[in-house]
């Protein structure tokens, strides 16, 4: 017997559609999995009260035959959406009290379709880090081995959903921190396309970057997630102006014909797992065997997406977090007596070790005599890599590679800056950051599993194509269960 | 580049955030080893190629010229750390 | 004679740049919908951008890419079809996001100019680099504790000109002209309204100084805080001299930023750190670029407005007016809209004289703006033509102005009901004038005697027999006429 938990998201709008329970039964079901899963440190505010009004609402709403689509679903959100009058945090000491007045665009859509919300969910600080360790509110532990990091920045997000402590959750990423907490634990995590979903009231990290996406337990569950989150936002000025198909017509078995491409500079790297590379070539000659074609691709400047992404993004950021200075909202530490003290210590405190890093070194890219060694070139290689993947989106329909190359490391080898970690993280950026700074979308789907951990393999198409990543991410889905 | 400590503290402040010697001497390696890794991409041949500032090629969307927010000025206090009546409070500026 | 500081060592040149901040006449700001209204309660017009609230956006306000065409238009400049916002990054109470959202790569609008006259009466252009839009800051109360700084965010993102000029300027007084003509232009455009002393114009002096005959550029020192054309003139004679002194005493001028203090009449230097000065400048990632296509640029030129020098222009050569005079008529754009309408269809030079003596004398006892002068301008002109075709006398004209102010009535109905009406009648008036000659035969033997200019006073005494309705040139005559013959 399935608990109520356990069920995916389609499974719970139809059984609450259909009356076969109710959206009371099914948050204080996801309530009850919170609470015996305290120590995975996933929430960083549980809403609890709020959850279970939302819930007996979306009852009456469902007997009244008033059902919206997404009537009475739990959420879990993570701690980067503003969400009005719950308190938003970033994870941050420097955010660690404050209240928005105002609810982010995404949540407040997926509201409007009638989905509630169970609390929000750990990040690492300001989403920068792919272990979420550098959270305010202590570390995030893989559900599958607590001992191990869930992957980051959205770890919360993806071992509330792998543990079934939400329905489904809300995550975002700039670099890779939808696909790889997925990977790492297990779950489905979709990233869409920059300039898919509004930014509004997502707290900034990087600006050209940032796109928030589902995590969610089945692809099916990601493409209903989406549906609902993105559209154009007039609030967004980078927003596109293009209609939100519907996801869930694209989740189709048949792959007849369509040509799945694999990244040249991924083969043979050092440092992947034999366990991972037989998975992802498995993946491929499933899709072969369903009639797809194969075909490499070269994309020589994927060797750069790491360094274009640490230069980029800690140049927005070093501009985005100026404005958390203790003047209008979040943590003031008085100093001297003058202001500028008071921002040196208020910002000194506030923020933890990896902003402060970031901050600095973006301050630097961004001076005068540096930025066109630094910004302008990250600005240009990004330019060679975005043509390498629009061309070869000319010869395939999506790409297929991996996105974690072994298991994830533990906690403590992260606190301690052990060299495996930056081996790890190395090739990490190396296998997710290309799709990242070339702007296109991609789902993670679990795979298989590596030294007891599970690790996803990731299927990305062109701009604006969702559409092809949900067909293959859903094939590759059903193709997996198959063979179980 | 060699980089100090004093040159990572003005960079610091430039930022307006307060490190401690030792968190300097952390970035200064860190910076080190930063620098180190980013030398094949800042010699990468990117000899006339556009920088790309945005992925999104689209026109610049306006309001019209009409008031439609703001009248809420206790709202716009409603987090400050210090505030008077309706005015942000700050330790005095040092002209 | 160009102008030139005599010093000890020799004879210097001025090098001024000026760049002038003037706030956008819009109703909402550069990025949000809060009102751009002055007056309110602190932090009223203020829209969660303009506090930098974490995950808000920008969203441009089409007024002010108007505004910023229409002033490039003004400005003889280039509309940049393509231009983009940047962020300049740096740290202040007053700057809640921690950047300001400026153009600085790639303005809207470049290479203008505004002629002014050099000190040998010649047209000269100075150049101006640059006209970009970017936000305006917010206001720091300093004085209200001793401890303490209060930050009110009203004029936090409401939209700015920056216009920047090229080194051109040689003197204070082209200096005060530019700045003139400038303020004129965008109360023309009706794109600012260039109130200095109230801060919607504001202007810093780029300043430095060279030996006559010098062709490189020395060090220069930016001079803030110049909140009138008078002190920026000011200013520079102040800050020319103290360089110069530095100079001929061995020193050299550090590149600097100075306060202008107008009650010491002095500059002096603002402490401020070295490195603080990076602004870290890249594109905004929040805001797309700005495209203009040619129709939009097109369709705001033909609708411009005429500006003061093409009415200038026409006024001397179409109207016949002095230069100086065409000058006061179209200083500002209401009096000359005004004149245009009471010269329509009159006498134009009359006209200017009236309003620029009795008219402007009137408002400004009144203490009133010429648009809410009680006398319509068609009257005025109405009113000259009375002169004019005899109907009344000057004199007379004068009291039949202070009742048109009065009653706000047209010429006619008030000559009518006054009975102001010339005596022309010939008989009537050479009767008064053998009236006073026979009264005063003293006077007639004085005047006989060689004292012509006892004729103004008989012509006084005949207007006071007439209460002032005969004309003096008739009486005038008639007089000389029975004097002489």
């Excluded at chain 1, 356990?6 to 076969?20: A, F, I, N, W």
């Excluded at chain 1, 989740?251 to 043979?268: A, H, P, W």
């Excluded at chain 2, 927010?69 to 700050?90: H, I, M, R």
């Amino acid at each position: 017997m399935t608990e109520l938990h356990e069920l995916s998201l389609k499974e719970t709008v139809d059984g609450l559609q259909s009356k076969k329970f109710s959206s009371v039964e099914v948050t204080d079901a996801y309530i009850k999995q919170i609470e015996n899963n305290r120590d995975l440190n996933a929430y960083v505010l549980e809403t609890f009260d709020q959850a279970r009004e939302s819930a007996k609402a979306a009852d009456k709403n469902i007997a009244a035959g008033n059902a919206r689509p997404l009537e009475g679903v739990p959420l879990g959100i993570k701690d980067l959406y503003c969400t009005k009058g719950v308190r938003t945090t970033a994870c941050s000491n420097i955010l660690r009290n404050f209240v928005p007045p105002y609810e982010s665009t995404i949540t407040q859509n997926l509201w409007n379709a009638g989905a509630l919300m169970l609390g929000k969910l750990n990040m690492d600080e300001f989403a920068m880090g792919g272990t979420n360790t550098t959270s305010c509110f202590g570390p995030v532990k893989n559900p599958w081995d607590k001992t191990r990091i869930p992957g980051g920045s959205s770890g919360g997000s993806a071992a509330a959903t792998a543990m079934d402590m939400a329905c489904a959750t809300l995550g975002s990423e700039t670099g890779d921190s939808i696909r790889t907490p997925a990977s790492m634990c297990g779950v489905v995590g979709m990233k869409p396309s920059y300039g898919r979903c509004s930014r509004y009231g997502m707290i900034s990290y990087s600006s050209s970057l940032d796109q928030g996406g589902p995590i969610t337990k089945t692809v099916a569950d990601a493409a209903i997630m989406l549906k609902y989150m993105a559209g154009y936002d007039h609030k967004d000025s980078v927003c596109a102006d293009l209609p939100v198909p519907d996801y869930e017509a694209s989740l189709k078995k048949d792959v007849k014909g369509m040509r799945v491409g694999y990244i040249r500079e991924f083969n043979e790297l050092g440092g992947v797992h034999e366990d991972v590379y037989k998975g992802y070539r498995d993946c491929l000659n499933a899709f072969k065997a369903e009639g797809a074609d194969v075909v490499e691709v070269s994309i020589p400047h994927v060797i750069f997406a790491g360094q274009i992404y640490a230069v980029l993004a800690n140049c927005e950021a070093a501009s985005n977090l100026a404005r958390y200075d203790g003047v209008r909202y979040g943590l003031r530490v008085d100093g001297d007596g003058s202001l500028d003290d008071m921002y040196l210590e208020t910002r000194g405190k506030g923020f933890g070790w990896q902003i402060k890093r970031r901050l600095v070194i973006g301050s630097y890219m961004l001076s005068a005599e540096q930025y066109d060694t630094y910004f302008k070139q990250a600005q240009r290689i990004r330019r060679l890599l975005f043509n390498e993947f629009a061309e070869a989106y000319n010869q395939v329909d999506v790409i297929m590679a991996p996105i974690t190359p072994d298991a994830p490391c533990t906690i403590e080898q992260v606190l301690n800056g052990a060299d495996v970690v930056s081996r790890q993280g190395c090739l990490i950026d190396l296998l997710t950051m290309p799709m990242a700074m070339a702007g296109v979308p991609g789902i993670a789907v679990p795979a298989g599993s590596v030294d007891g951990m599970p690790f996803g393999i990731q299927l990305c198409a062109k701009r604006f194509d969702e559409e092809t990543v949900f067909h293959a991410g859903y094939a590759l889905e059903q193709m997996l269960k198959g063979d179980k | 580049m060699a980089f100090t400590k004093e040159k990572i503290k003005q960079l610091a402040y430039i930022t307006r955030v307060k490190v401690t010697d030792e968190e300097a001497e952390l970035i200064v390696k860190d910076f080190e080893g930063t620098m180190a890794w980013l030398e094949t991409f800042i010699s990468a041949d990117t000899k006339g190629v556009e920088p790309l500032t945005s992925f999104m090629n689209v026109a610049m969307p306006f309001n019209k010229d009409e008031v439609k927010e703001g009248d809420q000025a206790e709202l716009v206090v409603s987090e400050a750390p210090e505030k008077e009546g309706t005015f942000f409070v700050v330790p005095k500026v040092v002209e | 004679m160009a102008y030139t500081i005599k010093g000890k060592t020799g004879d210097w040149e001025v090098v001024v740049g000026l760049e002038v901040h003037c706030q956008m006449i819009s109703k909402a700001k550069l990025f949000s919908q809060a009102s751009t209204e002055f007056g309110h309660e602190p932090n009223e017009n203020v829209a969660l951008f303009d506090a930098a609230f974490p995950g808000i956006l920008p969203v441009m306000n089409e007024k002010c890419v108007e505004q910023a065409v229409k002033t490039g238009f003004g400005l003889n400049a280039t509309i940049q079809k393509f231009s983009q916002f940047d962020r300049k990054n740096y740290f202040y109470a007053d700057l809640p996001s921690g950047y300001q959202i400026t153009q600085m790569y790639h303005p809207i609008v470049t290479d203008g100019y505004i002629e002014v006259n050099d000190d040998e009466g010649k047209v000269k252009k100075i150049r101006i680099n640059r006209l970009h839009v970017e936000q305006d800051a917010g206001k720091s109360i300093h004085d209200r504790h001793p401890h303490k700084t209060y930050i009110d965010l009203n004029r936090a993102g409401v939209a700015l000109m920056e216009i920047v000029s090229e080194p051109d300027i040689r003197s204070p007084d082209e200096a005060g002209q530019y700045l003139r003509k400038l303020r004129s232009i965008v109360r023309y455009l009706e794109t600012c309204d260039g109130n200095m002393d109230e801060g919607s114009m504001r202007c810093d002096a780029n300043i430095s100084v060279r030996k006559v005959g010098e062709t490189e550029y020395r060090t220069r020192a930016e001079v803030k805080n110049v909140n009138s054309v008078r002190f920026t003139m000011q200013a520079i004679e102040i800050e020319a001299n103290r360089q110069i002194d530095l100079y001929e005493s061995g020193e050299t001028v550090k590149q600097e930023t100075r306060l202008f203090d107008a009650v010491n009449c002095e500059t002096r230097a603002m402490r401020s750190k070295e490195f603080a000065h990076d602004y870290r400048y890249y594109p905004d990632p929040d805001l797309p670029p700005l495209i203009l296509t040619d129709e939009y640029i097109e369709n705001i030129r033909k609708n411009l407005p005429d500006l003061p020098e093409a009415k200038k222009k026409r006024y001397i050569e179409q109207l016949h007016i002095s230069e100086y005079d065409a000058d006061v008529l179209v200083a500002e754009k209401e009096t000359s809209v005004y004149f245009e309408k009471a010269a329509e269809g009159h006498d134009a030079k009359k006209v200017a004289n009236w309003i620029m003596g009795d008219l402007f004398a009137y408002l400004k006892e009144e203490g009133i703006p010429i648009s809410e002068c009680p006398i319509k301008p068609e009257n005025l002109g109405k009113m000259v033509d009375l002169i004019n075709d005899g109907t009344i006398s000057g004199k007379i004209a004068k009291d039949l102005f202070v009742l048109m102010c009065e009653s706000g009535k047209d010429p006619m109905t008030i000559v009518e009901e006054k009975g102001m009406k010339q005596v022309t009648d010939a008989g009537a008036i050479e009767k008064a004038v053998d009236e006073v000659i026979a009264a005063n035969p003293d006077k007639v033997e004085l005047y006989k005697g060689g004292k012509d200019k006892l004729i103004g006073w008989f012509v006084g005494q005949v207007m006071k027999a007439t209460k002032g309705k005969a004309s003096p040139a008739v009486i005038n005559d008639l007089l000389v006429k029975k004097l002489n013959g």
